[in-house]
């Protein structure tokens, strides 16, 4: 398919609920997949659950419920944050759909039949909390760095999958940007990775945990919940396990994830997919981690942010918004409600909603029948800044180009005094102000939707609403 973009968030544990760092990855997609959208480019945007695993059956025991039950309320409370936050997918993918599972056992069955995987035996270290199993180079002080805690030692029957034939060409394929890893950064380290490692055979099912796809041609073992959860990215799309019939819209043009899941979507998913003989995506997109104060979230310190109380106190704009231009994406970046809270203040009740009530206001008695300005297209002024996934600088730039200076224009013309003093001068300085704000609400369309619509019919209909409420 020509002139298309897919792009898909990682699919989230189905185990707890959505957190902040949840809604960064899917906001940031959103705004991104709107943009293509607005472009008219076939665009397809994926996200959704990952439901399979130890990880997920233990939380249900904790908690007496039937793995099914666990997940399936976790993925309405996902459905409704992203409701909430507005966010436009185009399918939400669940791993325990039927159809999902029955393509899983096909691409098990088919790389069984290759000889891709044979049975063998597994030993080593396991980190339930990643679902990934850990090298002793992986550990700190014996404890896996992100979730603090002893791995688990495993070793029992497993059916095994290749990894090292494939090694050559994937280290090939990412050098030459075919399969593009960026930030750059990241790149290099998993380039460096995989020079320095060889890449050991994968366990791909397992023996003592049930709540998983049965292996077709094992039902005593279920596969590794990684296995399951990557291939819904074509699932996801409505692939049936078929790799003769691969679904238009794949490969996927942009994957976006966090930096904790890189090396799994950088070797164990592309070698799934050579084995298998399809196309790689075209791009993974890295991100960094928020921190909450400087330090990693967590209950024990009490810095944890809920995205309940951001929509709470912003909204679904502010949120979108704040989560936008917190830094650079790509980078860790630190936030505090404290600091969230001046920004919000400053930018969106001082700076964008004092601008859209002053103008509209003023604006009340003149007939604008043609405010669409034709200077500037709003989609060439934005391009290179979301296409390169710059969301801090884009917005950065729409402020300190045309907000702050549109207030600014206003405080230095009074149109309050020209409309007492000169009707053609006052109607000159509005229609100015009045096509700046119009391409405001144009330029923010996929940054924050509902704002961009609510501006325009304060602008075409002169209703007054106040958009962003200062908060004291
Ligand atoms: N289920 C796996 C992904 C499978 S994809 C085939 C998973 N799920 S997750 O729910 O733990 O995390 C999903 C995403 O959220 C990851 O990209 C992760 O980086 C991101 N975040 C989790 N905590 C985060 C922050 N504090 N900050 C930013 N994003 C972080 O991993």
């Known amino acids: 398919m020509k002139n298309k973009f897919y792009i898909t968030t990682p699919i989230y544990y189905a185990n707890a609920q959505p957190h902040i760092g949840h809604a960064y990855t899917t906001v940031a997609t959103d705004a991104l997949a709107r943009f293509y959208k607005l472009q008219k480019t076939k665009t397809f945007f994926l996200t959704g659950m990952d439901e399979h695993g130890a990880k997920i059956a233990q939380k249900a025991k904790e908690e007496s419920k039937k793995p099914q039950e666990l997940v399936n309320e976790v993925s309405d409370d996902f459905k409704k944050l992203w409701q909430e936050l507005d966010i436009e997918y185009d399918n ?34 396991y980190c339930v909390g990643c679902e990934q199993f850990k090298n002793e180079s992986d550990l700190v ?90 291939l819904n990215y074509l699932t996801g799309l409505g692939w049936n396990g078929d790799v003769n019939k691969i679904p238009d819209f794949w490969p996927a043009n942009i994957q976006m994830l966090g930096k904790d899941i890189l090396r799994v979507h950088a070797t164990i998913w592309p070698i799934m997919l050579m084995h298998l003989g399809i196309e790689l995506p075209k791009q993974l997109f890295v991100h960094g981690h928020i921190l909450s104060d400087g330090k990693k979230m967590s209950k024990t310190i009490g810095n944890v942010i809920s995205i309940d109380e951001m929509l709470e ?8 918004y704040l989560l936008l231009s917190a830094g650079t994406f790509g980078e860790d970046i630190d936030i505090t409600i404290e600091r969230m809270v001046e920004k919000y203040n400053a930018d969106l009740a001082n700076g964008l909603g004092n601008l ?39 917005l950065e730039r729409i402020w300190s180009h045309l907000v702050q200076k549109s207030n600014k224009y206003i405080e230095e013309t009074k149109p309050w005094e020209l409309a007492k003093s000169s009707k ?5 300085v509005m229609e100015k102000l009045v096509e700046d704000l119009y391409f405001i609400a144009q330029l923010l369309e996929s940054f924050m939707p509902e704002t961009s619509i609510k501006i325009k019919q304060q602008l075409e209909t002169g209703k007054k609403e106040i958009l962003f409420e200062r908060i004291k």
């Open 92 to 125: 939400f993918i669940r791993t325990t759909n039927p159809e999902h599972k029955k393509a899983i056992q096909v691409s098990l069955q088919t790389l069984y039949d290759k000889g891709v995987i044979y049975k063998g035996e597994y030993e080593g270290l």
């Open 424 to 428: 053609k001068e006052f109607e000159k």
């Open 313 to 320: 106190k912003f909204g679904t704009d502010g949120t979108r």
């Open 141 to 230: 002080d014996g404890k896996c760095p992100d979730h603090n805690v002893e791995p688990e030692v495993m070793k029992e029957e497993s059916y095994m999958m290749k990894m090292d034939e494939r090694q050559t060409e994937l280290i090939q394929k990412i050098e030459s940007d075919d399969f593009k890893i960026r930030p750059e950064k990241y790149k290099k380290e998993i380039l460096s990775f995989l020079k320095n490692n060889e890449l050991e055979d994968l366990s791909i099912s397992r023996k003592n945990v049930n709540w998983g796809i049965p292996l077709p041609f094992d039902e005593t073992h279920t596969a590794y919940v990684w296995f399951d959860a990557l």
């Open 356 to 394: 859209v009530s002053r103008v509209v206001k003023l604006s009340e008695n003149i007939d604008f029948s043609n405010i669409e300005r034709k200077i500037y297209d709003p989609i060439q002024w934005n391009k290179m800044f979301i296409e390169s996934l710059w969301f801090d600088k884009a």
